[in-house]
């Protein structure tokens, strides 16, 4: 009996995996693989070396025989290459930008064209010369008889496990286009809510970096005239604890101006590499999202997220527990992720999504109640979008009225800071003032 290599997806865990397996026939092997609870991706007949395409029907626009056969052998994909024109020092792409890409590839794909030749009419027009030299190794791969997805797995710096999932769900059913513009919604609905977070952050920290300037700016310039002042005119009398507090700072700034700016390197530095660690990631989710004021912010944008994800996902045609794995991998905070893990688990043991949701104490009451009214309607991937919409506007509310009370609260800090320094320098003039009047 012919033995074949293949390479499949895990249905339980979303993982890929590689193995062999003997069968009559690579149509045959595909079934049993199946049977086994994996999805096959690519299969390989060991004795000839022919790879045959993925056990699934041509993509629309996508690749295979005249006939729709998807296992008609095909020829080795080309290898791909070290690195593309130029040094790319960040991002071959923005995220913004791979939205309009993905906009732009559903419509033509939409319209009827094939998606070789969508690639080829984005690259043509492409300006970024880094994601256009992805698009045309993208189009190589298809050209060798390689599928769309095939072409994403070369690139997993540009595209995330969440785009090439749905892309081969798109292939799988044959309804790329419309999964295409689905993940296009949820790519635009994403930037903008992370541009709403960020709107509502990048204020604070513009305060915070002016007050940092200005007391910089008194301790280094102003505050040691002021200790000239002192020592000409109470020379042997003591100073306040506070005033003694300021000048040995301000001295400290002034003198040691390498060493202060070391410092601040130092504690920069220093918290990006604690923030990069197993427990100071896990310490920093957590106050991400139990810091008063900030921390409902950041839950409902991660509750948002979840869901979009989650409801596109399914929609798409991805199976509930790797899509379930597929949003756990992207929710950016570990607390969130540890939690799908354990829903994950329950799910794959035969329970529902709402009560393990609710078992993690993260999610809200509503969500968890609207998920479980979505299941028992048949009607989960609609009803996690429209959670989805309900909390993006919640954010929106969020954003606005956190941004209104920020702005007393720079001022209150300021005053605070700059009074303090302006108390620790007015008591001793009272002294000098005193010791005048005596005289």
């Known amino acids: 009996m012919p033995k074949f290599t293949y390479i499949a997806i895990e249905s339980a865990t979303g993982k890929d995996k590689k193995g062999s397996i003997e069968s009559a026939n690579a149509e045959q092997a595909a079934l049993d693989l199946k049977a086994m609870g994996l999805l ?11 790879k045959v395409g993925a056990a699934k029907p041509a993509a629309k626009g996508g690749s295979g025989d005249a006939g729709g056969n998807p296992f008609v052998p095909r020829a080795e994909k080309p290898k791909k290459k070290k690195s593309g024109p130029g040094l790319s020092l960040g991002k071959v792409i923005s995220n913004q930008g791979l939205a309009v890409f993905t906009r732009q590839l559903s419509t033509l794909v939409n319209a009827g064209m094939p998606i070789l030749r969508s690639l080829e009419t984005l690259a043509r027009q492409e300006k970024n010369l880094a994601f256009k030299w992805v698009l045309e ?222 078992a993690t104490k993260i999610f809200p009451t509503m969500v968890t109640s609207m998920v479980e009214v979505g299941e028992e309607t048949g009607a989960l991937p609609e009803m996690l979008t429209r959670i989805a919409d309900t909390y993006d506007d919640e954010v929106d509310n969020a954003v606005t009225s956190i941004t209104s009370i920020i702005e007393p609260i720079m001022i209150v800090f300021m005053a605070v800071v700059v009074g303090t320094i302006v108390i620790a320098l007015f008591l001793p003039l009272v002294k000098i003032i005193q010791t005048l009047s005596g005289g």
């Open 40 to 50: 096959p991706t690519s299969i390989t007949a060991a004795a000839a070396g022919l």
């Open 137 to 358: 190794q993208i189009s190589e791969t298809i050209k060798s008889g390689g599928t769309f997805s095939d072409g994403l797995l070369q690139h997993p710096k540009v595209f995330d496990r969440l785009y090439v999932n749905m892309v081969k769900a798109g292939e799988a059913g044959g309804v790329l286009g419309t999964v295409l513009d689905r993940l296009a919604k949820f790519m635009e609905k994403a930037e903008k809510i992370k541009g709403k977070v960020k709107a509502a952050m990048t204020y604070p920290l513009i305060i915070m970096c002016v007050a940092v300037l200005i007391v910089s700016a008194l301790m280094v310039f102003v505050i040691p005239k002021f200790q000239e002042i002192f020592d000409g005119l109470l020379k042997g009398t003591p100073l306040p604890l506070l005033t003694q507090f300021v000048l040995a700072v301000s001295n400290f700034m002034k003198n040691q101006i390498f060493a202060t700016l070391g410092l601040v390197a130092f504690i920069f530095f220093g918290f990006k590499f604690a923030v990069k660690t197993r427990t100071g990631k896990n310490v920093m989710d957590w106050i991400q999202i139990n810091i008063p004021a900030f921390g409902p912010l950041f839950l409902k944008a991660a509750v948002g997220r979840f869901t979009r994800t989650l409801g596109t996902l399914l929609s798409s045609g991805v199976p509930i527990l790797q899509a379930i794995i597929i949003t756990r991998d992207t929710s950016g905070n570990v607390h969130i992720a540890a939690a799908l893990n354990k829903v994950h688990d329950r799910v794959k043991e035969g329970e529902g999504v709402g009560k393990p949701l609710e």
